[in-house]
């Protein structure tokens, strides 16, 4: 249907106007099925309209995928455990792509910088951080993270699509249980779980008699 902005004249497209039509096509049918066309379809004029608001073949779908990472909610509660707040990251990031079809394996595996992928990544360390992780053990926990997350996100497609990894089969792992999020859940509260717990700031080891004790020292062990 061609777009009126009152009586007869049809309203100017803007970039909003494809970016939420782009949205709703791959919320439909996924990033697979998202074209210049099935866009310009959804707003009910022609190809070159829609064109006229791309830089290339490639922005489309990058526009989305920026779109739907930029929309995950991220919601961190000082007051829970670090691992809570981790996995509830992750989660909500695994909420949005499933939506959105496609959008989660591209925004894992893109190359170009993006301004939604490093808000979420700088969350994700901030929590490690704040756990009390130096900084090795946050980027290399992060890392395998990123990893089981990636590859929970290509099992699932695939199972959509109608298929197993033969590795996944072989391991017993099919059917519901690569589109349960618990699955996932379980999955990265394991690994976060080998993080051995940090010790409390100075301030909060307190002797019996209520004073602060100070950390030890090669000098204070000797």
Aim: aromatic share 4%; proline share 8%; hydrophobic share 45%.
């Amino acid at each position: 249907m061609a777009r009126r902005r009152g009586g007869t004249q049809p309203a100017p497209l803007t970039q909003r106007d494809v970016l939420d039509a782009a949205l709703r096509v791959t919320e439909r049918g996924g990033l697979d099925r998202l074209t210049v066309r099935a866009v310009a379809d959804e707003l009910g004029v022609t190809p070159p309209a829609v064109h006229y608001h791309l830089r290339g073949g490639e922005d489309l779908a990058d526009r989305v995928v920026e779109a739907v990472a930029a929309d995950i909610r991220i919601e961190i509660d000082p007051a829970v455990p670090w691992v809570d707040q981790y996995v509830g990251l992750v989660t909500a990031m695994d909420e949005a792509f499933r939506r959105y079809p496609g959008t989660g394996m591209r925004a894992l595996t893109a190359s170009r910088p993006s301004a939604a992928a490093g808000r979420l990544t700088g969350t994700a360390l901030s929590i490690l951080r704040a756990a009390g992780l130096p900084e090795p053990a946050a980027v290399e926990l992060f890392t395998a993270t990123y990893l089981l997350f990636t590859g929970w996100l290509a099992a699932r497609g695939l199972m959509a699509a109608g298929g197993t990894h033969p590795s996944l089969a072989a391991a017993g792992m099919t059917g519901p249980g690569l589109d349960d999020l618990s699955t996932l859940e379980r999955a990265l509260r394991r690994v976060l779980a080998t993080v051995p717990a940090a010790p409390p700031p100075v301030a909060d080891r307190i002797d019996p008699a209520g004073q602060a004790r100070p950390a030890l020292t090669e000098e204070s062990r000797t």
